[in-house]
């Protein structure tokens, strides 16, 4: 069962436009969202958060939104560029519940010079 | 660098063995977690410590065990071993148990090749 879906397994996308990755979760309980990168051969680096109390977190190019109604919360990537060609997960916490965090399987972004 | 080292990078070892991975936190970090990620799969929760006690239990199998030091170093271990262990196993520390929105921080992680 999994609570946290990443249905894109992959996307490119030119250089310079926008890139949106998708993440969906089913467990209402989770309060707390966030982003993490991963390039080959290194561990997730963490990229961007968002708490269930807000709808928008930005942090430079990045901007990750939160639709709590539909469980739904999506990374914009914008302008795209090649190094951020990397395996992206979403991952998601019920910070109340003291639970451990809960990752997507993850979709790869290839920038496209 | 994200300040949390794990050793060894890669392992190669047969069925019915048993490794120990090892885990180093970032400097100040009380806790410790650890994932495997299989092929094609997510980062799988297997267990966390906090402070030297266990905090919370994922998928872990009974064959794997884990303890976290005084010196707050973690290490996984892994017995009798078989074909689907293979996997990369990461160790990630934050600053405070979970019950806070917290942020993980990952060590470049094992990869674990069992023939």
């Known amino acids: 069962d999994q609570q946290v879906k990443q249905n894109s397994p992959s996307l490119s996308v030119q250089e310079g436009r926008i890139s949106i990755l998708n993440c969906d979760y089913t467990?209402?309980?989770?309060?707390?969202f966030l982003w993490y990168k991963k390039y080959p051969a290194e561990g997730p680096t963490f990229l961007i958060s968002?708490?269930?109390?807000?709808d928008k977190n930005e942090d430079g190019r990045f901007t990750v939104f939160l639709n709590k109604s539909a469980k739904h919360l999506s990374l914009h990537i914008v302008p795209s560029q090649p190094g951020d060609s990397a395996v992206y997960f979403c991952?998601?916490?019920?910070?109340?519940?003291?639970?451990?965090?809960?990752f997507g399987k993850g979709t790869r972004l290839s920038v496209i010079a | 660098d994200s300040g949390v080292t794990q050793t060894p990078k890669h392992l190669i070892t047969a069925t019915g063995q048993r490794v120990t991975l090892r885990c180093s936190p970032r400097?100040?970090?009380?806790?410790v977690y650890w994932y495997q990620q299989s092929l094609d799969q997510g980062l799988q929760f297997l267990i966390h410590?906090?402070?030297?006690?266990?905090?919370a239990k994922g998928n872990i199998l009974e064959r794997f065990s884990a303890q976290q030091f005084p010196d707050l170093h973690s290490e996984l271990n892994l017995s009798s071993l078989e074909l689907g262990d293979s996997a990369l196993y990461f160790c990630?520390?934050?600053?405070?148990?979970?019950?806070?929105?917290?942020?993980?921080?990952f060590g470049p992680g094992t990869r674990l090749l069992v023939l």
């Open positions: 990630a520390s934050s600053v405070v148990p979970s019950g806070v929105q917290e942020t993980q921080y």
């Open positions: 991952a998601a916490s019920e910070v109340s519940g003291n639970t451990p965090l809960v």
């Open positions: 968002i708490s269930s109390i807000k």
């Open positions: 410590y906090y402070n030297g006690e266990e905090r």
């Open positions: 400097s100040g970090d009380l806790s």
């Open positions: 467990n209402s309980m989770f309060d707390y």
